[in-house]
């Protein structure tokens, strides 16, 4: 009971301490801001790509029906309507959107041409600044949306053409037999490898918010190395000179939990408000676990630099390492074995899948075992 | 001005002194950005070289339509975005997705093409393993559907044949013109880029994204880099400044003599990383489209009119340690204004990307005017104004430092 | 003989009035100790003196002139030390010398001047981070003096400093008084009121003139 209330006395001289730095208050604020900030940013009109819908005729009725799904399923293009084609053509040119999609007068019948086997009959006029990779994938997601037009007509022009020679059946008893086949609905369900998580609330996201719990889990780390920082900085100025060198461990886990317990709760409800939150005990288990990991990849970190300016000045190359190679922004395939040593790797692969909860729980282990040698190496060279 | 002399001579052999430590520290956070460039790189590719991205495919399809589209999708197609689909069972799937050499998986359920021939939809189910959507799996999103559009809507077609068929009493050619439609529709899914004219503009005056992206590296290079500069520059007491106020030298000669010693150390350092982008450029012959007919020598050209930006930076930078009176504080707020700083002004997503109440913002931004200056650099237009706006945010940052650094000497008695 | 005389001084933090009209004079040949507890305001008084802060009122005269408006004539004649060490960590205490001295300077002075009797010589090619706090604290003196100024302001220039290093530092504080050399010491440490030859407490902003006569037990009640 003494241990536990010295423990507890602990904790609260220490929360004190910390929460009295302006810069660890800093530090906590910048998760608030972070998801206030990022919700703001996703509410308003933004996109991957700024596309250019220009119809020659706003009437049309091929034309505006794509237009209106283009509209509908902005994903991660963002769309602009411009009935003039010069001013479209300007955006352009000014570099005010990325490309402009030119949709014809009469499109259903330059539709049907096309599908007629007249590939002279270009459908559209599409302008691009330059070609690259998300230009690409836009020019896919056009043919998508144009596809259910596409895929009718040329299952009318074959029946029209190869079945009856050039005798159209009525539109009627071709919108039967077409509909009577109809599959409705998306070919594909998104799920998570973990079965019970719903994977369809994340499509919805925004591609501002997705990297949210990427960036709130290097904050913690950020979080852990500071307190690190702060522990050195103390050691330094004999706050522990009293403290035999082998019992000082304790106090520096005891730096790391208090820092990042409060930042684990502030990130925690961070989710919570950001929507992103999955279920209570995965978030709560995980996040534990998580922090555990980060304490003992301080700690080694910290044996390993040494000094406040090392460790200081591995700050970015550590936290850049994880922005690159943990599934913040990117999934990066190469480098795994960089990967497997970077805790936020675990976490963040672990939300929607439990194998990577088992392997942050080995990879704990591990790190204690890596800790706890170098610890012994220290003291025999001291 | 002796004085002045005197002290700057001082802090360059200070600079001298900590030059190693800070190039080790320069080459390892070059490697970081090196790292990131890449993974942007082969994100933007747009060759054939680009890595397939792997999806498995778990249970049979292959009595429908839809495993020939895929078939034909995956042998045929030469769209960029190559999918590579490959079946397995799902235990492999799971275990290749964990251990992150599959990126998805779809489950095709059982009694699937049972289902797709009476017209229900029976969902495939496509597994990933994020803890949340990240831009890429986004980007395979968009793909997925419109993959689902192709697929989906080709068969619906040749179900719609098919019953026109039946119910018209020709059943006779229903498996040759059910064949002829299916190659119908491989015809134009394989030359669907046929649909479109595409006319790209190539302006020469417009920045490619690599050339907008080495532009935000640069931004953020000089930001993080900020961090070595920390045990030097961040002052526990401030009794030197009092000693040289009281002799004589006033603050803002002290932190003219800093900044200058300070730019040096940054300017050798960002020269560093210039050569070795010049020698990576001199093996591998990749170059910027801004810079197809130049040589080598005209990243030196480019490094050089870059100064005023790694000047300006300098200047904040030591405002920031002014700000701050002990290493751990000094460190996290560098870091913490390189983060946001950088992403506001597009050093990580180009600013395109952003809103444009972001977007209205980032030209005023210090490090916004740093790269839309790098940026009118590579295009060779003008840098007037971005100039004039360095130059006040430089002695800004200069005027500020020196008010903080006399309260503080101030408050030192 | 010259005199310097402080004349009523005034400075105050936010609304609280740190030095009261504070006056007084310092002698040729004289070491003048300025007593005051934690937070009493010694430190500001030196630093206002060595034209660090701008007082609220109030003048130092040297020979008619006043030193707080002359900043010429007052970096001539002043010579600060504060209470940090005014050094640059990464440099030997040969580059921190040179900040302060002209080489040929510098190299006499090693010999056999100050920098001599402060016994800098012995660790002249330490880097100031590898140095002990003695060393630091003379070395700083060193810098200091570098100008020959008529008056020292020192401000607790032995706190923490082993018995050996004390002793050089008085030895040579002892040494500038007796070539005529003023000092204007702020301390609490007992061993430097000896040195002195008038004492002052400050408290509350007011300074008033204290006998001190080496009981320390009356001093301590009054401060």
């Known amino acids: 009971m003494n241990g536990f209330r010295k423990m507890l006395l602990c904790y609260f001289m220490l929360s004190k301490r910390l929460l009295k730095k302006n810069t660890f208050l800093l530090l906590l604020c910048a998760i608030p801001l972070l998801v206030v900030g990022m919700q703001v940013v996703s509410k308003q009109d933004s996109g991957m790509l700024t596309i250019v819908l220009c119809q020659e005729n706003p009437e049309d009725s091929l034309s505006s029906k794509i237009v209106e799904d283009l509209l509908r399923n902005r994903g991660i293009i963002n769309y602009q309507v411009i009935d003039d084609g010069e001013e479209a053509y300007r955006e352009v040119v000014s570099g005010r959107a990325d490309a402009a999609w030119f949709f014809p007068d009469e499109m259903q019948k330059q539709l049907d041409m096309y599908t007629a086997g007249n590939y002279d009959a270009k459908l559209l006029h599409i302008v691009e600044r330059e070609d690259n990779v998300a230009l690409q994938l836009s020019r896919e997601k056009l043919y998508g949306s144009m596809y259910s037009h596409v895929s009718y007509s040329i299952y009318r022009n074959y029946i029209t053409y190869e079945l009856l020679d050039g005798v159209a059946p009525s539109e009627d008893i071709l919108l039967e037999n077409f509909e009577a086949a109809r599959v409705e609905g998306d070919l594909f369900e998104f799920a998570y490898a973990n079965e019970k998580d719903d994977a369809s609330e994340a499509v919805g996201e925004s591609y501002l918010t997705t990297p949210l719990r990427g960036m709130l889990a290097l904050v913690i780390v950020l979080c852990g190395l500071a307190a690190a920082m702060y522990y050195l900085q103390d050691e330094r100025n004999g706050v522990f000179a009293r403290v035999p060198l082998d019992g000082r461990k304790k106090y520096f886990y005891a730096y790391e939990f208090t820092a990042m317990i409060y930042a684990g709760i502030a990130v925690l409800i961070a989710l919570l408000c950001s929507g992103i939150f999955t279920r209570a005990i995965v978030e709560f288990r995980n996040m534990a676990l998580f922090i555990l990991a980060t304490s003992v990849f301080c700690s080694i970190a910290t044996k390993l630099c040494g000094k406040i300016q090392r460790l200081g000045t591995s700050i970015p190359i550590l936290m850049l390492l994880m922005f690159v190679l943990c599934p913040v922004f990117f999934e990066v395939k190469s480098m795994k074995w960089i990967q497997y040593l970077l805790p936020p790797f675990y976490y963040l692969n672990s939300i929607h899948n439990d194998f990577f909860l088992y392997r942050m729980l080995v990879y704990c282990v591990a790190l204690i075992v890596v800790d706890f040698v170098l610890e012994k190496l220290i003291q025999t060279k001291q | ?413 | 003989m010259v005199i310097m005389n402080i004349v009523n001084i005034k400075k105050s933090y936010k609304k609280k009035n740190v030095l009261n009209n504070i006056t007084l004079s310092v002698e040729e040949g004289s070491c003048v100790g300025i007593l005051g507890g934690n937070g009493s305001g010694k430190s500001t008084l030196l630093s206002v003196l060595a034209g660090v802060l701008k007082p609220d009122g109030g003048s130092v005269d040297w020979m008619g002139q006043d030193l707080l408006h002359n900043k010429e004539l007052r970096t001539q004649i002043l010579g600060y030390v504060p209470q940090g060490n005014p050094l640059l960590e990464e440099l030997t205490a040969w580059d921190n010398l040179l900040l302060w001295y002209d080489k040929n300077t510098l190299k006499q002075e090693l010999e056999s001047g100050v920098l001599a009797m402060l016994g800098i010589p012995e660790f002249i090619k330490v880097p100031v981070n590898k140095m002990s706090g003695g060393m630091k604290k003379r070395l700083s003196i060193g810098c200091v003096v570098a100008a020959n100024p008529k008056v020292l302001l020192l401000d607790e220039p032995s706190a923490a400093l082993d018995l050996v290093c004390k002793e050089r530092i008085y030895n040579y504080l002892k040494d500038y008084k007796q070539q005529g050399g003023r000092i204007l010491l702020a301390t609490h440490d007992v061993q430097e009121l000896d040195l002195c030859d008038k004492w002052y407490i400050l408290k509350n902003g007011f300074l008033t003139p204290y006998e001190y006569d080496g009981n320390v037990h009356h001093l301590v009640g009054k401060l």
């Open chain 2, 1 to 413: 001005m002796t004085r002045f002399r005197i002290y700057l001579l001082a802090q360059m052999k200070r600079v001298k002194k900590a030059l190693p430590a800070v190039l080790i520290m320069t080459l390892l956070l070059t490697g970081c950005i090196a790292l990131i460039s890449k993974v942007m790189l082969i994100a933007d590719s747009s060759s054939e070289k680009k890595q397939k991205v792997q999806i498995g495919l778990v249970g049979d399809i292959s009595g429908s339509y839809l495993g020939f589209g895929i078939s034909a999708l995956q042998h045929l197609d030469s769209s960029r975005f190559a999918i590579e689909f490959i079946e397995m069972e799902e235990e492999e799937a799971r275990d290749r997705l964990n251990h992150g050499t599959l990126s998805a998986f779809v489950i095709v359920p059982e009694g699937f093409v049972e289902a797709a021939v009476r017209g229900e939809n029976m969902p495939l189910t496509y597994v990933s393993t994020s803890g949340s959507l990240r831009l890429g799996s986004m980007i395979m999103n968009e793909l997925v559907n419109t993959i689902s559009s192709l697929l989906t809507e080709s068969q619906n077609a040749i179900y719609g044949m098919q019953n026109y068929l039946v119910n018209n009493g020709m059943s006779d050619i229903y498996w040759q013109a059910t064949d002829e439609l299916y190659l119908r529709f491989l015809d134009f899914i394989l030359g669907r880029t046929s649909v479109y004219e595409l006319e790209i503009m190539c302006l020469s005056g417009n920045l490619s994204m690599i050339g907008y992206y080495l532009c935000g590296f640069t931004v953020l290079f000089l930001l993080l880099w900020g961090i070595a500069g920390s045990p030097l520059y961040i002052k526990k007491d401030h009794a030197l400044p009092a000693l040289l106020s009281s002799k004589g030298q006033n603050t803002l000669s002290q932190m003219a003599g800093e900044f200058v010693a300070y730019f040096v150390l940054m300017a050798t350092s960002f020269l560093l990383v210039i050569v070795l982008v010049a020698v990576a450029m001199g093996l591998t012959g990749f170059t910027l489209p801004e810079w197809e007919r130049e040589g080598i020598g005209i990243l030196f050209g480019f490094y050089v009119k870059m100064l005023p930006v790694a000047a300006v930076i300098c200047a904040m930078q030591l405002l920031l340690f002014e700000l701050t009176s002990d290493m751990v504080s000094g460190i996290l707020l560098q870091f913490l204004c390189a983060l946001s700083l950088g992403y506001l002004s597009g050093c990580f997503y180009p600013i395109s990307f952003f809103p444009e109440s972001i977007q209205m913002v980032q030209p005023l931004l210090p490090t916004g005017v740093a790269v839309n200056y790098g940026g009118n650099l590579l295009m060779e237009e003008s840098t007037a104004i971005e100039m004039v706006l360095l130059l006040g945010y430089l002695l800004l940052f200069l005027v500020l430092a020196t008010a903080m650094r006399k309260r503080k000497i101030a408050g030192n008695r």
